[in-house]
T-cell receptor, first 113, second 117 residues
Framework: DTGVSQDPRHKITKRGQNVTFRCDPISEHNRLYWYRQTLGQGPEFLTYFQNEAQLEKSRLLSDRFSAERPKGSFSTLEIQRTEQGDSAMYLC???????????FGPGTRLTVL | AQSVSQHNHHVILSEAASLELGCNYSYGGTVNLFWYVQYPGQHLQLLLKYFSGDPLVKGIKGFEAEFIKSKFSFNLRKPSVQWSDTAEYFCAVKEGAGGTSYGKLTFGQGTILTVHP
């Protein structure tokens, strides 16, 4: 499968725990995006990377959220001290080139109890 | 900040009916426009996109969309829907010029389309 992959697909955690999600973009895609989607809403932008550099962060991304893309390939999104309001689908997308068409992964569904 | 509004939350049609899903955005500058589709159990897929040029763009599976700049609209159309078109449809906007803009997509809240056989 040469698409964007995300791991895990589902995560259930208790409030206050830390969680980490991984995204593997399409090979050679230099841009990587994170979005969050809650029920009944469209995806909301969180942050994006071009190669290793984190170029933009949304105000939605509180201090409890951190994202990395250490070698310009896969990326991780960590949420510290999870809250029930963090329950959502976390989507990753990757792109390359001038057109920057974003290809989405299947998402990680987080449930915070 | 830009925003995207999709007029209908849920649309129910019979097969062979015509479809039009509304999308309006609020941003005064140059934009790139997209429609994404999410079939049940699958991830988001690009249906069509507009960067510049002909405001009527054609996508996959017989879908098309028309960009009307004066109305800040990018409505999705299909002359005859099929049961397999049952999915959720998202309109998205990216600030930029032509086909060389990078950065975040701003999505509408989505429209669920149910097509009855």
């Amino acid at each position: 499968d040469t698409g964007v992959s995300q791991d895990p697909r589902h995560k259930i955690t208790k409030r206050g725990q830390n969680v980490t999600f991984r995204c593997d973009p399409i090979s050679e895609h230099n841009r990587l995006y994170w979005y969050r989607q809650t029920l009944g809403q469209g995806p909301e932008f969180l942050t994006y990377f071009q190669n290793e550099a984190q170029l933009e962060k949304s105000r939605l991304l509180s201090d409890r959220f951190s994202a990395e893309r250490p070698k310009g390939s896969f990326s991780t999104l960590e949420i510290q001290r999870t809250e029930q309001g963090d329950s959502a689908m976390y989507l990753c997308a990757s792109s390359f080139g001038l057109a920057d068409e974003q290809f989405f992964g299947p998402g990680t569904r987080l449930t915070v109890l | 900040a830009q925003s995207v509004s999709q007029h209908n939350h849920h649309v129910i049609l019979s097969e062979a009916a015509s479809l039009e899903l509304g999308c309006n955005y609020s941003y005064g500058g140059t934009v790139n426009l997209f429609w994404y589709v999410q079939y049940p159990g699958q991830h988001l897929q690009l249906l069509l996109k507009y960067f510049s040029g002909d405001p009527l763009v054609k996508g996959i599976k017989g879908f098309e969309a028309e960009f009307i700049k004066s109305k800040f609209s990018f409505n999705l159309r299909k002359p005859s829907v099929q049961w397999s078109d049952t999915a959720e449809y998202f309109c998205a906007v990216k600030e930029g010029a032509g086909g060389t803009s990078y950065g975040k997509l701003t999505f509408g809240q989505g429209t669920i389309l149910t097509v009855h056989p």
